[in-house]
């Protein structure tokens, strides 16, 4: 793996090939990952694996098209390679008027900011394998845990770096660590299975495995025994580890990509009141030691933090710069890149903002609804924006969680859905997605 200052100077040395081979413009993007995993199984270990990949891709422009490609092979004759075979395809490819670089103008200048991703800490195998079987051991200490499906820890690291035809130059290195248990609980056929997880920049930021085992094997012992559902209209309440989810429909709903292709249930609401007024969506790109940070975008871009959703109202569509010129407005620093291909819209880490309520407060005047903690299947139309998922968790029942409830859907449409929607104040910073519990009042229930 290159250092992110050698990564920068490879893909600048493979902008020049391009420029040499014909090339009107173009960019380079290296990406690079290096990781490490250790299994344990009934407090044997099971596995341990090294992964290490490096890719280098290039987009060239000739006479108003594009193409792209990519190799893992970073010797300079294989550069070369590279170079003129881009540049022969997009001589033969069709124009396009959208594609092209960003606007000069608009680029990321450094010094970039420093977001503190990359740890320098770098745990031995043996190291790694005292994390799995400590969350396994918790997990498997819960009575009523039967069996288990492992525990792991695994550290990784990652490069990332951008140079562009007109002038940007950047890359960063990032690193990540993590530790997971899943366990099975009861007995014969009635067997129910859960897992905990956790994935932090920074070994010492992770919490402790114990705890994160006891979480895995409490979940799965809940979970036993459940009961069915009768169908009906209720309130459904998402668990924090599901509710992402419904930013995720949102964050495809307003990719300009989407709304260029006139494929989006939020096409004509640019701007408009979608949530209830104590509803805030931020995305911030730029939170130190975020699992979703980065300086800048995959076209060169700053990032920066915004809200996608303020008091209730849309603020406007996620752009990278070939949606941007389509829609006539400008990019937004969403761009991301892999190793081939144009860009596509990535947002950074997205936060629901908590409410006022507790979680006890928010389902205290419920009678009788759900709380959903597993969603299964994907039926969830981006067009329509119907919605419709297999589901898991327990009942409410006059204000307070009762049993568990397998096996039945809950479904509505999102632009209802969102309009519902109330947060509590329970929010934690976990993920690149982090809600509170959500609750959401009217939505369909199929059980029995």
Same mark, same amino acid.
């Given at each position: 793996?290159?250092?992110?200052?050698?990564?920068?100077?490879?893909?600048?040395?493979?902008?020049?090939?391009?420029?040499?081979?014909?090339?009107?413009?173009?960019?380079? =993007?290296?990406?690079?990952?290096?990781?490490?995993?250790?299994?344990?199984?009934?407090?044997?270990?099971?596995?341990?694996?090294?992964?290490?990949?490096?890719?280098?891709?290039?987009? =060239?422009?000739?006479?108003?098209?594009?193409?792209?490609?990519? !190799?893992? +092979?970073?010797?300079?004759?294989?550069? +070369?390679?590279?170079?003129?075979?881009?540049?022969?395809?997009?001589?033969?490819?069709?124009?396009?008027?959208?594609?092209?670089?960003?606007?000069?103008?608009?680029?990321?200048?450094?010094?970039?900011?420093?977001?503190?991703?990359?740890?320098?800490?770098?745990?031995?195998?043996?190291?790694?394998?005292?994390?799995?079987?400590?969350?396994?051991?918790?997990?498997?200490?819960?009575?009523?845990?039967?069996?288990?499906? $492992?525990?792991?820890?695994?550290?990784?690291?990652?490069?990332?770096?951008?140079?562009?035809?007109?002038?940007? /130059?950047?890359?960063?290195?990032?690193? !990540?660590?993590?530790?997971?248990?899943?366990?099975?609980?009861?007995?014969?056929?009635?067997?129910?299975?859960?897992?905990?997880?956790?994935?932090?920049?920074?070994?010492?930021?992770?919490?402790?495995?114990?705890?994160?085992?006891?979480?895995?094997?409490?979940?799965?012992?809940?979970?036993? #025994?459940?009961?069915?559902?009768? /169908?009906?209209?209720?309130?459904?309440?998402?668990?924090?580890?599901?509710?992402?989810?419904?930013? $995720?429909?949102?964050l495809g709903a307003i990719s300009g990509s989407s709304i260029a292709r006139r494929s989006s249930f939020l096409?004509?609401? @640019?701007?408009? %009141? &979608?949530? +209830?007024?104590?509803?805030?969506?931020?995305?911030?790109?730029?939170?130190?030691?975020?699992?979703? !940070?980065?300086?800048?975008?995959?076209?060169?871009?700053?990032?920066?933090?915004?809200?996608?959703?303020?008091?209730?109202?849309?603020?406007?569509?996620?752009?990278? /710069?070939?949606?941007?010129? %389509?829609?006539?407005?400008?990019?937004?620093?969403?761009?991301?890149?892999?190793?081939?291909? *144009?860009?596509?819209?990535?947002?950074?880490?997205?936060?629901?903002?908590?409410?006022?309520?507790?979680?006890?407060?928010?389902?205290?005047? &419920?009678?009788?609804?759900?709380?959903?903690?597993?969603? &299964?299947?994907?039926?969830?139309?981006? =067009?329509?924006? +119907?919605?419709?998922?297999?589901?898991?968790?327990?009942?409410?029942?006059?204000?307070?969680?009762?049993?568990?409830?397998?096996?039945?859907?809950?479904?509505? #449409?999102?632009? *209802?859905?969102?309009?519902?929607?109330?947060?509590? /104040?329970?929010?934690?910073?976990?993920?690149?997605? @982090?809600?509170?519990?959500?609750? &959401?009042?009217?939505?369909?229930?199929?059980?029995?």
């Open positions: 793996m290159l250092t992110p200052t050698q990564a920068q100077e490879r893909c600048q040395a493979l902008i020049e090939r391009a420029r040499r081979a014909g090339a009107e413009a173009g960019d380079a =993007v290296y990406l690079a990952s290096g990781a490490e995993s250790v299994s344990v199984r009934l407090g044997a270990l099971e596995d341990v694996e090294r992964s290490e990949s490096e890719h280098i891709g290039l987009r =060239v422009f000739v006479g108003g098209a594009s193409a792209s490609i990519g !190799s893992t +092979d970073l010797a300079d004759a294989a550069l +070369d390679e590279l170079a003129s075979r881009a540049v022969a395809m997009a001589r033969a490819a069709p124009a396009d008027r959208f594609a092209g670089l960003a606007d000069e103008q608009l680029l990321a200048r450094g010094p970039f900011p420093d977001l503190d991703l990359d740890d320098p800490a770098e745990p031995a195998p043996q190291e790694l394998r005292r994390l799995a079987e400590e969350a396994e051991d918790a997990a498997r200490a819960v009575q009523g845990v039967t069996n288990s499906e $492992g525990g792991s820890a695994s550290t990784g690291r990652g490069v990332v770096a951008l140079a562009t035809s007109h002038g940007f /130059s950047g890359a960063y290195a990032a690193s !990540s660590h993590s530790v997971s248990a899943s366990v099975i609980a009861g007995e014969g056929g009635a067997l129910q299975r859960d897992y905990a997880w956790a994935s932090t920049r920074f070994a010492a930021d992770l919490p402790p495995p114990a705890q994160i085992g006891r979480e895995a094997g409490e979940r799965a012992v809940a979970r036993l #025994n459940p009961g069915r559902v009768k /169908s009906g209209a209720m309130p459904v309440v998402f668990d924090p580890r599901v509710g992402g989810s419904l930013v $995720g429909h949102l096409l004509d609401y @640019d701007g408009a %009141q &979608i949530f +209830d007024s104590s509803v805030t969506i931020t995305d911030d790109p730029l939170r130190r030691r975020g699992l979703r !940070s980065r300086p800048f975008d995959g076209e060169g871009l700053p990032t920066a933090p915004r809200k996608l959703v303020d008091a209730g109202r849309l603020t406007g569509w996620l752009m990278d /710069s070939a949606a941007a010129r %389509q829609l006539g407005a400008m990019p937004t620093g969403h761009a991301s890149r892999g190793g081939s291909g *144009a860009p596509h819209v990535t947002a950074g880490n997205v936060v629901i903002e908590p409410g006022t309520l507790t979680r006890a407060q928010l389902i205290a005047d &419920i009678a009788d609804g759900v709380y959903v903690t597993e969603l &299964i299947g994907s039926g969830v139309n981006g =067009v329509t924006g +119907d919605y419709s998922r297999g589901a898991a968790g327990f009942r409410i029942v006059n204000g307070e969680i009762a049993g568990p409830i397998a096996e039945f859907t809950v479904a509505g #449409n999102l632009l *209802a859905m969102f309009a519902a929607m109330i947060p509590a /104040s329970d929010l934690k910073i976990e993920r690149g997605i @982090d809600v509170p519990t959500l609750r &959401i009042d009217g939505m369909s229930v199929a059980g029995d």
